[in-house]
């Protein structure tokens, strides 16, 4: 008699990394995804009604939020093990949830790697503990349950050394015109796309669309490229918005976004080593806008996902006729980038 799989619920409310977690379990058999959700309070009466084994759960969920959604669904399906899997690194907000009784704590920057090692750590009844989370101090003691008959030291896997992969690029060109920057850019993202990689690209929708006659006229299949999922193009404009609240600029909502994004493409892409190319102008429209703080913040953590992920970054930054008045400015900038071009 075969035995019976294991029954998970995902609540995550962006929906590309819901895509991303779903799919990494699509050649598992022994795990059955039975339901997919984006709100907190939603969770809590489906996990009543299913009584899944194994729940994902994010934090940032509208209506009710992954904490208070924990302590409720321990009330009403105490059986179900949870696992959060979040962006947010905060020490108090591990603790948080760590705290509700959750068998886990997954840093999304490490689910490309370790999403299904930590899922069986916590089936196998480990207390899982993100990798990116070995130098955080919480407070174990603070993590009995009373459903908890042991505590064990959270888990912790950190990742193998990558082999055959290069250094990430974060690179910058200034450009006067807009042909200049498209001759670089075409040759960028041609390169990545030729050699199986992905793409993703933040740009105005003139740049776009310019890039896309470039590359298909160098012989780049961008239909097929997007059909496999290795093409990913966002207006510059839209996306800045999102990470803008009261016109300040919201770097954790920032980072979030990138690497659920650079998770969804890294899965599309076939190949032992994937990397993917990253071509962005929010940081000039910031610079454009007058908020020269938020571009430099926009650019270190550009650093931080350089570090981090198999991309390599190229940010376009327009000089108009005032661009000697604003030489600090340019070279701040420039200080963040590893290559700087200048056309």
Request: net charge negative; proline share 4%; with cysteine.
């Amino acid at each position: 008699m075969s035995k019976s799989p294991i029954r998970i619920l995902v609540v995550e409310d962006f929906a590309p990394f819901r895509e991303f977690v779903t799919s990494a379990f699509d050649q598992h058999p022994e795990f059955e995804i039975i339901g997919q959700l984006s709100d907190g309070l939603e969770a809590v009466g489906k996990a009543a009604e299913l009584n899944p084994d194994l729940i994902l759960l994010d934090i940032g969920l509208p209506s009710l939020n992954g904490i208070a959604a924990a302590s409720r669904i321990r009330e009403h399906s105490p059986q179900s093990k949870i696992l959060f899997v979040s962006g947010d690194l905060a020490p108090d907000i591990v603790e948080q949830a760590l705290s509700t009784g959750a068998s886990g704590y997954l840093v999304k920057s490490d689910a490309g790697r370790h999403l299904l090692a930590a899922v069986r750590a916590v089936l196998e009844g480990e207390r899982y503990l993100s990798s990116s989370l070995s130098g955080l101090q919480v407070n174990h003691n603070a993590l009995q349950h009373p459903d908890t008959h042991t505590l064990s030291k959270p888990k912790q896997v950190t990742p193998p050394p990558s082999k055959g992969e290069t250094a990430g690029r974060h690179e910058a060109v200034f450009y006067s015109d807009d042909r200049q920057l498209l001759d670089h850019l075409s040759r960028f993202i041609a390169a990545a796309l030729n050699a199986g990689n992905g793409a993703v690209i933040v740009a105005t929708g003139a740049h776009q669309e310019s890039l896309a006659h470039s590359l298909e006229a160098s012989g780049v299949d961008v239909a097929a490229a997007l059909k496999q999922g290795r093409y990913i193009a966002l207006d510059a404009a839209d996306t800045l918005s999102s990470y803008m609240a009261n016109g300040i600029f919201d770097s954790v909502r920032f980072l979030q976004s990138f690497e659920n994004l650079i998770l969804k493409i890294s899965s599309a892409v076939q190949g032992k080593h994937p990397r993917v190319a990253f071509f962005g102008e929010c940081g000039d429209l910031l610079w454009k806008q007058g908020n020269v703080e938020a571009a430099i913040q926009s650019e270190k953590l550009g650093n931080q996902l350089v570090a981090r992920y198999a991309i390599d970054i190229l940010c376009g930054y327009s000089m108009g006729l005032h661009a000697d008045m604003e030489k600090e400015a340019i070279q701040r900038i420039s200080a963040e980038h590893s290559v700087v071009y200048r056309k």
